[in-house]
C-alpha cells in the first residue's frame, strides 16, 4: 500500500479502525499490525495537528484548511438554507473554495431520483463557528436527532404526494400537486438525476474510482418504483410544485406547508334554494356521472363525453356556491375560472379553456366557468367577432371530458344563445331569494364566526331578512359586523349588524332592538 500527502481516509475512519476487530482469529495478528501502522502514519503525518482540531471541534470551531476533516463522503450535511439533508459524495479543494458535491432524492413524478448538485464553501482567514457554515455536518448539528426525525417525517409526507394529490396549504388554500404534469409543462429536466439502486450499499470513498463504480451501480438499477427507506426519506428535498387554485399557477412549495385536505361535512346544506331544486342536485351527486372519466354516449368521435351544468340567475342568489358544496361533497378540487380570464379572441378562449378542462379531467376536477356572459350571450348576425368568440367556446364544451358548470346572470332564453342549452344536460334557474330563505343566508353566515361569540335572536335575523339583499351582500355584511365586534372585544350581536348595514349604504327602518 502507498500512502501519498494527508492520509484523509485514514483520518476519517479511525475510529472504526481502532474499533476493528476481524471475525477470524487466524487474521487477527496480521491484520492489527497493518491498523496500528495506519493510525501510526496518519498521527506522524498529522503531527500536532491532530491534538490542535481536536480541541478547536470540541469546541464547535473550525479553520478554513481543516474542512476536509469534518466533512467524510459518505456522511449527511445539513443545509440550514433549505433545512434539508443530503449525501457527501466528494470533497476538493479548489481556488474558489473548498468544493462539495451532494446528492439528495427527488421525484420527477415518474420515480424517485438521486440528483448531484455541487456547493463551495469560500475560503475564510479566521476561526469559524462550525455552525456558521453554509452547511453543517449532522454530526455537529446541536439537536441531530430530533433533525433526523423531522426530516423523516417531511421524507414520508414528500413520498406520499406521489400522483396527483389535493392538498391544502395555510395560506394559499387548496393546491394541487402533479409533479409529472409540472415537468412536462416547464420541460423540466433533471440532468444530473440517477435512480436509486435499492440495497446498493453507498460508496463512502472519495477516489475516482469508487465513485465510478458507485455511479455505475445506480444506473443499473431497475428503476422501479417502490417504498424509500428512512435514509432516502431524509434525503428527499424540502420543495414540490403545486398547483394553487385560487391563483391558477404553479408555484414552489415547501413539503412541509401542505397538509392533508379536510372536507366539510354535508356542505349542503348551506346552500339555500327550494328544496325540489336541493332533492335534485343531492339525487344528480349520487349518479355515477360524477366519478367516471365522463358521459357514454352513441356519438360518433370524441363528441358528448362531458358533463354540463348551466346554473342562470341573478347576482348573489347562491350558483356558486352550489357548485363550490358540490366539489366539497365529492371531494374533488375546484378549478374555477372566470369568463373573463379565458381571454377576449377565439384563439385566446380555445387556448385557455382547453387548458383548464384538460387538466380539471386529469385531476378529476369540477370545472366552474363564473360570469360567462358574453360567451353565453345570444349570437347575432352583425357581430361576426362575438360569434367566433361564442363558437369557440361552443366547440369547446362539445370535445372536453369531465364536469363542467357554468354560471351567468343572464335570466333566460333569450339572453342566452340556444346552442349553450342544446349542449347543456342540466339546467337550474335561479330566483331572488324570498324572506324566508334570506332569513336562512344570514343564519349561515353567522354561524362561520360563532367561534367568537354570538348572541342573536329569531326575532333579530328576522329583521336582518327584511333587507331585500343577495347572499352575496349578506356574506359581507355578516363579515364587516364580525370585525367590529373583535375590534370592540365584544360578542357579536345585533347591533354591529345594523352597523355593518348603514356602512354598506343599506337604510335602517324602525327602532333598534336593545341589545
Not at 315 to 326: D, H, N, Q
Request: charged share 25%; with cysteine.
Amino acid at each position: 500500500m502507498i500512502i501519498e500527502g494527508t492520509p484523509e481516509v485514514v483520518y476519517h475512519y479511525r475510529k472504526e479502525l481502532s474499533d476493528y476487530r476481524p471475525s477470524n482469529a487466524d487474521e487477527l495478528g496480521d491484520t492489527m499490525s497493518q491498523i496500528s501502522l495506519l493510525l501510526a502514519y496518519m498521527k506522524h503525518s498529522m503531527g500536532n495537528e491532530l491534538l490542535e482540531t481536536e480541541t478547536f471541534f470540541s469546541r464547535g470551531l473550525i479553520k478554513y484548511q481543516w474542512l476536509w476533516m469534518i466533512f467524510r463522503p459518505g456522511d449527511l450535511v445539513y443545509h440550514p438554507s433549505t433545512d434539508e439533508l443530503s449525501y457527501l459524495c466528494r470533497t476538493k479543494y479548489q481556488q474558489n473554495g473548498f468544493c462539495l458535491v451532494f446528492e439528495s432524492v427527488v421525484y420527477d413524478g415518474k420515480s424517485f431520483n438521486r440528483v448531484q448538485f455541487g456547493h463551495t464553501i469560500h475560503s475564510f482567514d479566521t476561526t469559524r463557528p462550525i455552525s456558521a457554515l453554509s452547511v453543517i455536518p449532522l454530526s455537529f448539528h446541536e439537536d441531530s436527532e430530533g433533525l433526523r426525525e423531522k426530516l423523516l417525517l417531511r421524507g414520508e409526507w414528500y413520498f406520499n404526494l406521489q400522483g396527483v394529490k389535493t392538498v391544502t396549504h395555510p395560506k394559499l388554500g387548496r393546491v394541487v400537486v402533479d409533479t409529472k404534469t409540472y415537468n412536462r409543462r416547464s420541460n423540466h429536466k433533471q440532468s444530473s438525476a440517477t435512480h436509486i439502486s435499492y440495497g446498493t450499499k453507498k460508496c463512502a470513498c472519495a477516489c475516482d474510482a469508487c465513485g465510478d463504480c458507485f455511479q455505475e451501480k445506480v444506473r443499473d438499477s431497475n428503476h422501479k418504483l417502490r417504498k424509500l427507506n428512512d435514509e432516502d426519506k431524509l434525503l428527499c428535498v424540502s420543495t414540490i410544485h403545486g398547483f394553487v387554485l385560487s391563483r391558477k399557477v404553479w408555484e414552489k412549495i415547501r413539503v412541509e406547508k401542505l397538509k392533508p385536505t379536510c372536507w366539510r361535512e354535508d356542505p349542503m346544506e348551506e346552500v339555500v334554494m327550494s328544496e325540489p331544486v336541493k332533492k335534485a342536485i343531492r339525487e344528480l351527486l349520487q349518479s355515477p356521472l360524477f366519478f367516471s372519466s365522463g358521459v357514454s354516449t352513441e356519438m360518433l368521435g370524441n363528441k358528448g363525453k362531458g358533463f354540463v351544468v348551466l346554473l342562470h340567475g341573478g347576482a348573489g342568489t347562491g350558483k356558486t356556491l352550489t357548485v363550490e358544496s358540490i366539489a366539497e361533497h365529492l371531494k374533488r378540487p375546484l378549478y374555477a375560472l372566470t369568463g373573463g380570464e379565458l381571454g377576449s379572441t377565439p384563439e385566446e378562449v380555445n387556448t385557455k379553456l382547453g387548458d383548464a378542462l384538460n387538466l380539471s379531467f386529469r385531476w378529476k376536477a369540477i370545472t366552474l366557468i363564473e360570469e360567462a356572459d358574453l360567451l353565453l350571450q345570444q349570437r347575432s348576425l352583425r357581430d361576426i367577432f362575438r360569434n367566433n368568440l361564442a363558437s369557440s367556446f361552443h366547440r369547446n364544451l362539445e370535445y372536453f371530458q369531465g364536469v363542467l358548470f357554468i354560471t351567468t346572470n343572464r335570466l333566460g332564453r333569450g339572453t342566452i344563445d340556444s346552442a349553450v342549452f342544446s349542449r347543456a344536460h342540466i339546467v337550474i334557474h335561479y330566483s331572488y331569494l324570498r324572506l324566508d330563505e334570506r332569513r336562512k343566508v344570514w343564519q349561515n353566515s353567522v354561524r362561520e364566526f360563532s367561534s367568537q361569540g354570538v348572541r342573536i335572536s329569531s326575532e333579530d335575523y328576522y329583521s336582518l331578512a327584511v333587507h331585500n339583499l343577495d347572499g352575496r351582500r349578506i356574506s359581507y355584511i355578516t363579515r364587516v359586523a364580525a370585525m367590529l365586534a373583535k375590534s370592540a372585544g365584544e360578542e357579536l350581536v345585533r347591533r354591529h349588524f345594523e352597523a355593518a348595514l348603514v356602512i354598506g349604504g343599506v337604510e335602517i327602518k324602525g327602532n333598534s332592538v336593545s341589545t
